[in-house]
């Protein structure tokens, strides 16, 4: 008898055992994807874990419906790597194989399947089965895999759709993401046989008759004269003062041909050929000590102001990497918003580069995957996300983290709650990799491994081309009001800078951390302000759409016309946010463009990209928008930035609160200025006072991280006390109350003071879940391990009490 554990993508603890026979024990090894059934109808596809003739006791094994695979497609090393994150996030293996692969590998019960619309579909070689799946989803696209059972009157359909996929004629799933093709921009040239004198002479007598079109070709040949560079259509057009009718019907003629160029591409300035640009002094000096420093230490921290050229150095060592043929992961925050670097990497590493993200086609995931699970030049290096790291790696040498301060590295929802870039870091381990990690703001955690020594650090302060850091004034508006020099948001000084900036050709961002029009509306008479029905907060007043919004679980009803409560029709609107801004810019400068960039101009496929590129091409003069606008952008031509109010994110409530400031304004501040000129930066704030708006304006990360690393000492918290987060959700407040105390004594028992709670968050009912949290702290020399295991007896127990079966406890390790 021979017999197969293997992982189910599901929250469940163990591993499930399967029977084999003989042939089968022979071929399997760990990795390889099963179909098995599970419970009474389901179909999962399972990882095997291990091959092995021990059966186990008391229970009759299932068989296994098929093998998947002609070889594994999940490594040894990524089966040790999820257990690490398994065991340390405290969460099921399962849970984390079902991050880890792009969905289209675990085709499972609850699988929807459809048809690819673009698809060019051979019908020849389709078998039977496959060819009858095709026939119903030409009838009704997508269907249920249920609905394909009985189409083929099976159970076991796994194989046949996996056929289908990789022929691309389904997809499962119904999301589809389509990837932003940069503009293209038309240019015109003469078709190549005219090139000859001869053929040309002829040409032009031949349009005698037809002057417009003789004229438009003679500014062409002006154009061309002046200037080897395509000619756009447009200019040709403003040339000849001809109409776009008299350009096509040349180019139907075929006397004139268009041809495209993706716009970046034309206005690359480095020569032809000189792809990698040369370091800069400081640029050089920093990448000498990042290698000296892998020599001794595996983690280096490349600490670099805002517009340093990190990036350049980064590109560095990517090539000297790609020489020795490894593998190298390039770790972003957020893929969405880094479209200007990709583009910038795939223009040094052309086809080496592959980009690896959630958002993209499933069929796109597949083909990363299987090209770095066979080490594809393709795939050498990997551009991604934080799922990026759960690629197949066999021969990797370097993972770098940009912006490794940023919090979306950390996953909080579903499970697995891992942190990527401490993820990378052991993953970097199991490959003998070196790992880099840069960021103008460094994470107080990851300096302070910089200052015990556990990882390298290089700093880099000047900025590339020596332009100046900005220069960072506070604005009291306090004192503003006083005087009445404030213009709705604005302060006098604010608008003098923006005039000027405008006055100079140079553009403005302004940055405003809360989306919407104005947070809260209140009623003058009796103080009510409309709550949202699911969640405790108030509703956010949206003034485009007229609606009022909950920005908790997206509830949206119509602005009142009165209050609810008394029936006044006297409304007020309290604080604000980005949309009222704009609608201040608009009446303040109207004759300049003014765009907006938040979460709710960017919801459409491009809208981001658009924007940036709208930026880019100086259509836009002025920018407001939220902390997106922090993110790495790179713009040429930002004379100022300036921030409407400082203030809600000093007070938020968090301990990193402070820290998470300093940080936002830094990046914001560090997009002005980015060439030549000194950028200006306006922070507006009731508290000029404050000690970290002194250290953003002077640019004093070193006292910020001993002022804030004090504190955190002070009041253990990381990086001096680890801290593991339980929150408890039910429908029911007194019994969520009720279980979160239970829980909470039973972990004292134990861990004595350093549970706190449970306390209701700021927001303590959402969606009709209420909600409370224990904060479990452990002290550096307190076993990690050993405190898990206690808390995972705990919820042993919890699990065994019928009166809390219905609520749910979501364990957060490392929860910042
Ligand atoms: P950071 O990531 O540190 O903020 P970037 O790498 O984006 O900085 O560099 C800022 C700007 O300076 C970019 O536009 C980049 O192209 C330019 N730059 C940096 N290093 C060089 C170099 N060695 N030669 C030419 N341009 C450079
Ligand atoms: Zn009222
Ligand atoms: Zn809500």
């Excluded at 092995?52 to 490594?75: C, F, M, N, R, W």
């Excluded at 895999?145 to 499962?172: A, F, M, P, T, Y």
């Excluded at 201040?584 to 658009?610: C, V, W």
């Excluded at 001993?706 to 504190?711: L, N, V, Y």
Aim: glycine letters at 4%; aromatic letters at 8%.
């Amino acid at each position: 008898m021979y017999f197969i554990d293997v992982i189910l993508p599901i929250p469940l603890k163990q591993t499930f055992t399967y029977s084999v026979n003989k042939d089968e024990a022979a071929f399997l090894k760990q990795g390889f994807r099963v179909a098995v059934p599970f419970g009474k109808s389901k179909v999962y596809t399972a990882i095997v874990y291990q091959v092995h003739d021990q059966a186990p006791q008391g229970y009759e094994t299932k068989s296994i419906d098929q093998i998947l695979d002609e070889t594994p497609i999940v490594t040894s090393t990524q089966i040790k790597h999820w257990e690490w994150i398994a065991d340390y996030y405290m969460c099921t293996l399962g849970e984390v194989v079902k991050a880890a692969l792009p969905s289209a590998f675990l085709l499972e019960s609850e699988t929807m399947v459809s048809l690819n619309k673009d698809a060019v579909i051979d019908e020849t070689n389709l078998s039977d089965e496959e060819f009858l799946v095709l026939e119903a989803l030409e009838h009704r696209s997508p269907i249920h895999i249920n609905d394909v059972r009985s189409i083929l009157d099976k159970s076991n359909v796994v194989k046949v759709l996996q056929g289908l996929i990789e022929q691309r004629v389904i997809s499962v799933f119904e999301e589809v993401y389509e990837q932003y093709s940069p503009k293209l921009k038309r240019y015109i040239k003469l078709a190549p046989r005219y090139i000859s004198e001869e053929n040309l002479r002829e040409l032009l007598d031949s349009l005698t008759r037809a002057p417009k079109q003789r004229e438009v070709l003679m500014q062409l040949f002006m154009l061309q004269s002046k200037d080897k560079k395509p000619i756009g259509v447009d200019k040709l057009l403003k040339a000849s003062k001809a109409s776009s009718a008299t350009v096509k019907s040349l180019v139907d003629k075929q006397i004139l041909e268009e041809f495209y160029i993706k716009k970046d591409r034309v206005n690359y300035e480095g020569e032809a050929g000189e792809d990698v640009k040369q370091l800069n002094e400081p640029q050089q000096v920093a990448l000498k000590e990042i290698k000296k420093s892998f020599k001794e230490k595996d983690i280096v921290l490349l600490h670099g102001v805002t517009s340093s050229g990190k990036t350049e150095i980064y590109v560095q060592l990517i090539e000297q990497m790609l020489k020795t043929g490894q593998q190298i992961l390039y770790m972003l925050p957020e893929i969405a918003l880094t479209t200007q670097l990709i583009t910038r990497l795939q223009y040094y590493f052309g086809d080496k580069v592959s980009v690896y993200h959630s958002k993209y086609t499933l069929n796109e995931r597949v083909e990363v995957w299987n090209n770095v699970l066979n080490s594809k030049p393709k795939a050498q290096i990997v551009i991604g996300a934080r799922s990026s790291l759960f690629l197949p790696f066999s021969n990797l040498g370097l993972i770098i983290v940009d912006e490794e301060h940023e919090p979306s590295f950390k996953q909080y929802n579903p499970a697995p709650r891992y942190h990527a870039r401490d993820s990378a870091v052991v993953l970097a381990n199991y490959h003998d990799a070196k790992t880099l990690m840069g960021s103008a703001t460094p994470s107080l955690e990851t300096y302070h491994n910089c200052a015990t020594d556990k990882y390298g650090l290089v700093t880099l302060n000047t900025r590339f081309g020596n332009v100046l850091m900005p220069d960072i004034e506070l604005v009291d508006i306090k004192e503003k009001h006083k005087k009445k020099l404030m213009k709705g948001h604005f302060s006098d000084q604010l608008l003098e800078e923006m005039q000027e900036t405008l006055n100079n050709n140079e553009q403005i961002i302004l940055f405003q951390n809360r989306r919407g029009f104005s947070p809260i509306v209140e009623c003058n008479t009796c103080g009510t302000s409309p709550q949202c029905p699911n969640c405790d907060v108030s509703l956010t007043y949206h003034q485009y759409k007229k609606e009022l919004r909950c920005h908790y679980c997206g509830y949206h009803t119509a602005m009142l016309v009165s209050c609810m409560a008394c029936g006044s029709e006297s409304l007020d609107s309290k604080g604000f946010g980005t949309e009222q801004i704009e609608t201040e810019l608009k009446s303040l400068f109207p004759k300049h463009n003014i765009a907006r960039m938040d979460q709710d101009t960017t919801k459409g496929k491009h809208a981001y990209a658009k924007l940036i590129d709208q930026l880019e091409n100086q259509e836009i003069d002025i920018l407001v928008g939220t902390q997106m606008l922090a993110k790495g952008l790179d713009f040429r031509n930002i004379g100022l930035v300036g921030v409407m109010n400082a203030d809600n994110l000093l007070n938020f409530p968090d301990f990193r609160a402070h820290e998470r400031s300093f940080q936002l304004l830094q990046q914001v501040s560090g997009r002005a200025g980015r060439t030549k000129k000194r950028g200006k930066v306006l922070i507006q704030t009731y508290n000029p006072y404050h000690t970290i708006l002194q250290q953003v304006s002077i640019n004093d990360y070193k006292t910020m991280y001993k002022m804030q690393t004090d504190e955190r000492h002070n009041y253990k918290y990381p990086p001096f006390y680890r801290t593991i987060k339980l929150t408890f959700k039910d429908r029911n407040l007194q019994k969520v109350n009720k279980a979160a105390l239970w829980y909470d004594l039973a972990l004292e028992q134990q861990l004595k003071e350093n549970v706190l709670g449970p306390e209701a968050p700021p927001v303590s009912r959402i969606r009709n879940q209420y909600i409370t949290n224990v904060l479990v702290k452990i002290p550096k020399e307190q076993s990690l391990a050993k405190t898990k295991e206690y808390i995972n007896k705990v919820q042993r127990s919890f699990n065994a009490i019928k009166e809390f079966s219905s609520v749910r406890v979501i364990i957060d390790v490392d929860n910042y």
